[in-house]
C-alpha cells in the first residue's frame, strides 16, 4: 500500500520574481531536467520572515541579493508534486529519489517581486553561496532574462498554474517599469 500524498503538507516556500531595469524577469535553467526552466524559489526555515528567505535563497540560487523587494502577491500559490515525481524511487548509484523523501504533498509559495539592482556579471550560478550545493551540485546550469508573460511557458507544467496567477499578479509591476516608473520600496 502506497502513501496517501493528499494527506501530506505543503512545504512553506517562496517565489522570486526578479525584474532588470528593462522589465524582464530572470529564469534559470534547471541542472536535472535540460530545458526545464524557473524563477528561482525554495523552502523557508522554521520561524524565518518570508522576505528574509526570498533574498537568502536569491543569494544561494542565483549568487547575488542585490535586489529590493517591491511587491509580495497578494495570494499564497501552491502546487502539488506530480505522481511520477512523488512515486520516484532511489535508483543503485544514488540518483533519483522520492521528492523531500515524501514528506510533502507540493509547495505552498509566498511569491515576491524583486527589482535587481545589480550587473548582469553579478549573477552566478556555482552555488557557491548554497550549502547544498556541495551535496546536489548547483540547481541552475543556465539564465536569461525574458518577457513575463513568456516565464509560464517555460516552466514544467504542473507549475504552470502558479506562474500564470504570478505573473498576472505582477503585471503592473512589469509595465510600471517599462514605463520608468520609479517603484517604492515594498511595506510589509
Not at 69 to 88: G, N, S
Request: include cysteine; proline fraction near 7%; hydrophobic fraction near 40%.
Amino acid at each position: 500500500m502506497g502513501i496517501d500524498f493528499s494527506q501530506l503538507p505543503y512545504r512553506r516556500g517562496v517565489g522570486l520574481c526578479l525584474f532588470n531595469a528593462d522589465g524582464l524577469v530572470l529564469v534559470a535553467e534547471r541542472r536535472d531536467k535540460a530545458n526545464s526552466w524557473q524563477m528561482p524559489q525554495g523552502g523557508v526555515n522554521p520561524a524565518e520572515d518570508t522576505a528574509v528567505a526570498a533574498l537568502r535563497e536569491m543569494k544561494e540560487e542565483v549568487g547575488t541579493d542585490n535586489a529590493r523587494i517591491v511587491a509580495k502577491h497578494p495570494d499564497m500559490l501552491r502546487y502539488e508534486f506530480p505522481d511520477w515525481l512523488q512515486q520516484r524511487r532511489v535508483h543503485a548509484d544514488g540518483a533519483g529519489g522520492v521528492v523531500f523523501r515524501g514528506k510533502y504533498r507540493g509547495q505552498e509559495q509566498e511569491w515576491y517581486a524583486l527589482v535587481f539592482q545589480g550587473q548582469d556579471s553579478d549573477i552566478d550560478l556555482s552555488g557557491i553561496h548554497d550549502p547544498e550545493t556541495a551535496k546536489n551540485g548547483p540547481e541552475f546550469v543556465s539564465w536569461k532574462w525574458v518577457p513575463l508573460a513568456e516565464a509560464p511557458t517555460l516552466i514544467v507544467p504542473f507549475k504552470k498554474p502558479v506562474y500564470d496567477a504570478m505573473a498576472a499578479g505582477f503585471a503592473p509591476i512589469e509595465a510600471a517599469i517599462k514605463r520608468g516608473d520609479v517603484l517604492p520600496a515594498w511595506n510589509k
